[in-house]
């Protein structure tokens, strides 16, 4: 076994997978088998005092070293037929062919569209399918696709087993592209592949990660994605304000009565007449002091809507929630309400209807409304995410930040919002939806082959308002000559497998290059070269953050520190850590201790810094900025 509990290669994990979903009195007969059964020549019978105690894990790991890969799924194949679970040994036979026919059949394809080829070759080398001089050989070649061509030269020798090594380390190593390209083709190839990529596709098409585009466009999610299919008109409005900090407002105008969708909101409106409907996002919060009551939670967008009286027939509210279950539907159905604010009061209206992605609300009164569910339910129901990725320009080098969020379009905007306080930054156009829904209070972890920092690598996926500032994961890269994947999985618990991808794409330098109209605003952006000496642009190229770059006027002019303090608690100060701090007999003493807890700190630390300072010592830094 590997460090952590993971299982060390392809066919061993394979195996694993086999072993672990038998009842625990049939493993105990497989192990009684196993101990009979006479191997071929050459290997020896595996003793049942050997096996006694062993998990599937761990038994998984004992076939593969004591048979060798090949002969270890024919004994498990022969045992398992033995024992009468005939359908699994056909379930694992099936898999190992899912990889033999892929391989086969896509090798012009992958030959030409391959990337990370250095991993995959090295890879090969730890699964044992390739020797070090054949890893030599190959890695001589000068381009990606000479080298994908000299790998498959020695493909046709190859046993089934081998094959299926190339197609669990090309699907973990080009996962963006193999989703892409895969889907139908290994629908038709066997069933096998969905336990694979568990409940990546419906069972007609697997979903493709990459095949939607940008953000605000309708949810993708295997189990729902086809049960609002309503007919409805898309119109798309006109959209004045969200510059200088207005708030963006749209304008729909309905030719006629009819059933319409905004394109920008997902809103849906059924009208009685020709009209004009404006809407905007909201907050509860501007409306409520206090929010919603803790009892019930955001499930969606807020919105403040005017129209004429009587035009609309019926609203329909967008929410992020996953209902494609029966207990899930049940459960959400008898405890979702749409909450209105009336006079600053918060009323709540049962909906009419509740839809697969929407709340249906007839003959609506409009205030500030959104869907709203008790919190208590909320652990138990799956939603509907997205994952943002925003790239930092002023940041060091490649600076990205990853957004995990609720389909939610307001909180998309608060995000969108948020980067542009923080300076300049846009969002990657990739495609953001995951391809299952997730669950709040449990861990995705952000990985990637390459050399990328990712820092946190895990996110709690936690429910923020749309008012809060939300979590972000930092990735940090000195460059994309070689691309980069990011992948989105659950985080697996200790001796636990890997869970399958939730969200992958692949960057690739042209990706992250600005927009051209973002790039000339940036050029002409005065904050970038008014007020400020050549020495802090020099500062900034080099990928300083302000509180960096003027660490020693800060240390030594701020001389109120304990509310900079009180706003860090918590969010960038251990307890300890700030407790330290106070215990500092000058001003000066105490922003060098903060100062010297700066290194484990990423951009968000220093953002929250800067908008501690900006809140207690706003006049002092308007000063540094002049110099």
Not at 560 to 565: A, F, H, I
């Given at each position: 076994?590997?460090?952590?509990?993971?299982?060390?290669?392809?066919?061993?994990?394979?195996?694993?997978?086999?072993?672990?979903?038998?009842?625990?009195?049939?493993?105990?007969?497989?192990?009684?088998?196993?101990?009979?059964?006479?191997?071929?020549?050459?290997?020896?019978?595996?003793?049942?005092?050997?096996?006694?105690?062993?998990?599937?894990?761990?038994?998984?790991?004992?076939?593969?070293?004591?048979?060798?890969?090949?002969?270890?799924?024919?004994?498990?194949?022969?045992?398992?037929?033995?024992?009468?679970?005939?359908?699994?040994?056909?379930?694992?036979?099936?898999?190992?062919?899912?990889?033999?026919?892929?391989?086969?059949?896509?090798?012009?394809?992958?030959?030409?569209?391959?990337?990370?080829?250095?991993?995959?070759?090295?890879?090969?080398?730890?699964?044992?399918?390739?020797?070090?001089?054949?890893?030599?050989?190959?890695?001589?070649?000068?381009?990606?696709?000479?080298?994908?061509?000299?790998?498959?030269?020695?493909?046709?020798?190859?046993?089934?087993?081998?094959?299926?090594?190339?197609?669990?380390?090309?699907?973990?190593?080009?996962?963006?592209?193999?989703?892409?390209?895969?889907?139908?083709?290994?629908?038709?190839?066997?069933?096998?592949?969905?336990?694979?990529?568990?409940?990546?596709?419906?069972?007609?098409?697997?979903?493709?990660?990459?095949?939607?585009?940008?953000?605000?466009?309708?949810?993708?999610?295997?189990?729902?994605?086809?049960?609002?299919?309503?007919?409805?008109?898309?119109?798309?409005?006109?959209?004045?304000?969200?510059?200088?900090?207005?708030?963006?407002?749209?304008?729909?105008?309905?030719?006629?009565?009819?059933?319409?969708?905004?394109?920008?909101?997902?809103?849906?409106?059924?009208?009685?007449?020709?009209?004009?409907?404006?809407?905007?996002?909201?907050?509860?919060?501007?409306?409520?002091?206090?929010?919603?009551?803790?009892?019930?939670?955001?499930?969606?967008?807020?919105?403040?809507?005017?129209?004429?009286?009587?035009?609309?027939?019926?609203?329909?509210?967008?929410?992020?929630?996953?209902?494609?279950?029966?207990?899930?539907?049940?459960?959400?159905?008898?405890?979702?309400?749409?909450?209105?604010?009336?006079?600053?009061?918060?009323?709540?209206?049962?909906?009419?209807?509740?839809?697969?992605?929407?709340?249906v609300l007839r003959n609506p009164s409009f205030s500030?409304?959104?869907?709203?569910?008790?919190?208590?339910?909320?652990?138990?129901?799956?939603?509907?995410?997205?994952?943002l990725l925003y790239r930092v320009i002023r940041a060091?080098?490649?600076?990205?930040?990853?957004?995990?969020?609720?389909?939610?379009?307001?909180?998309?905007?608060?995000?969108?919002?948020?980067?542009?306080?923080?300076?300049?930054?846009?969002?990657?156009?990739?495609?953001?939806?995951?391809?299952?829904?997730?669950?709040?209070?449990?861990?995705?972890?952000?990985?990637?082959?390459?050399?990328?920092?990712?820092?946190?690598?895990?996110?709690?996926?936690?429910?923020?308002?749309?008012?809060?500032?939300?979590?972000?994961?930092?990735?940090?890269?000195?460059?994309?000559?070689?691309?980069?994947?990011?992948?989105?999985?659950?985080?697996?618990?200790?001796?636990?497998?890997?869970?399958?991808?939730?969200?992958?794409?692949?960057?690739?330098?042209?990706?992250?290059?600005?927009?051209?109209?973002?790039?000339?605003?940036?050029?002409?952006?005065?904050?970038?070269?008014?007020?400020?000496?050549?020495?802090?642009?020099?500062?900034?190229?080099?990928?300083?953050?302000?509180?960096?770059?003027?660490?020693?006027?800060?240390?030594?002019?701020?001389?109120?520190?304990?509310?900079?303090?009180?706003?860090?608690?918590?969010?960038?100060?251990?307890?300890?850590?700030?407790?330290?701090?106070?215990?500092?007999?000058?001003?000066?003493?105490?922003?060098?201790?903060?100062?010297?807890?700066?290194?484990?700190?990423?951009?968000?630390?220093?953002?929250?810094?800067?908008?501690?300072?900006?809140?207690?010592?706003?006049?002092?830094?308007?000063?540094?900025?002049?110099?």
């Amino acid at each position: 076994m590997a460090s952590g509990g993971s299982i060390e290669n392809a066919v061993t994990r394979l195996l694993w997978n086999t072993l672990k979903v038998l009842e625990e009195h049939d493993f105990q007969k497989f192990k009684r088998e196993l101990s009979k059964i006479q191997p071929k020549e050459g290997y020896e019978r595996i003793e049942l005092e050997s096996v006694a105690g062993l998990s599937p894990a761990a038994l998984a790991t004992l076939l593969y070293s004591h048979y060798g890969r090949s002969h270890c799924v024919e004994v498990t194949v022969e045992v398992l037929r033995a024992i009468g679970q005939v359908q699994q040994a056909e379930h694992l036979l099936d898999m190992l062919q899912t990889g033999e026919r892929f391989v086969e059949k896509n090798k012009e394809f992958l030959t030409q569209q391959a990337y990370n080829v250095e991993r995959i070759i090295e890879e090969l080398l730890q699964e044992g399918v390739l020797s070090s001089t054949q890893r030599d050989s190959i890695m001589a070649e000068s381009t990606n696709q000479k080298r994908m061509q000299k790998l498959y030269e020695l493909v046709p020798v190859w046993d089934a087993t081998a094959k299926y090594c190339l197609y669990n380390v090309l699907r973990r190593n080009t996962l963006s592209l193999f989703l892409q390209y895969a889907g139908d083709e290994l629908t038709l190839y066997s069933s096998a592949f969905e336990s694979w990529i568990v409940n990546l596709g419906s069972e007609d098409k697997p979903f493709d990660v990459e095949s939607s585009s940008g953000t605000g466009s309708s949810p993708k999610c295997m189990a729902c994605s086809s049960q609002e299919e309503d007919g409805a008109e898309e119109v798309k409005p006109e959209i004045t304000g969200g510059k200088d900090g207005k708030k963006e407002i749209y304008r729909a105008h309905f030719p006629r009565s009819g059933f319409f969708r905004c394109t920008e909101t997902d809103l849906k409106f059924l009208v009685r007449m020709a009209t004009t409907i404006e809407y905007e996002y909201s907050f509860w919060e501007s409306h409520l002091p206090a929010g919603i009551p803790s009892e019930w939670m955001e499930a969606g967008p807020v919105f403040d809507i005017r129209a004429e009286p009587r035009a609309v027939e019926a609203i329909h509210l967008p929410h992020f929630l996953c209902l494609s279950g029966t207990a899930e539907r049940k459960l959400s159905v008898s405890e979702m309400c749409i909450g209105h604010v009336v006079d600053g009061n918060l009323y709540l209206e049962k909906p009419d209807a509740v839809r697969p992605f929407h709340a249906v609300l007839r003959n609506p009164s409009f205030s500030p409304m959104g869907v709203i569910l008790l919190s208590a339910s909320f652990p138990f129901i799956p939603v509907h995410c997205l994952v943002l990725l925003y790239r930092v320009i002023r940041a060091a080098d490649i600076t990205l930040h990853l957004y995990l969020i609720p389909n939610n379009h307001g909180l998309e905007k608060a995000v969108e919002k948020d980067e542009k306080r923080r300076g300049h930054s846009f969002l990657v156009d990739k495609p953001p939806h995951t391809s299952r829904p997730l669950k709040f209070n449990t861990r995705y972890r952000v990985s990637s082959p390459s050399e990328a920092e990712i820092n946190p690598q895990e996110l709690k996926f936690i429910y923020l308002t749309s008012d809060s500032r939300q979590l972000y994961t930092e990735i940090y890269s000195k460059d994309l000559q070689e691309g980069m994947q990011l992948t989105l999985t659950k985080a697996s618990q200790e001796g636990k497998m890997e869970h399958s991808p939730l969200w992958a794409t692949f960057l690739r330098a042209g990706d992250i290059k600005p927009p051209v109209a973002f790039s000339t605003s940036l050029c002409s952006d005065p904050s970038l070269t008014e007020h400020q000496p050549s020495s802090s642009l020099q500062a900034q190229h080099k990928g300083l953050h302000f509180v960096e770059q003027h660490r020693e006027q800060l240390i030594q002019r701020v001389t109120s520190v304990s509310p900079v303090l009180d706003q860090l608690y918590g969010h960038v100060l251990t307890n300890e850590q700030y407790q330290s701090i106070r215990g500092m007999p000058t001003p000066q003493e105490q922003m060098r201790l903060l100062y010297s807890f700066m290194p484990s700190w990423d951009v968000a630390c220093k953002d929250l810094f800067l908008d501690a300072l900006k809140k207690t010592n706003n006049h002092l830094l308007q000063d540094l900025q002049g110099q």
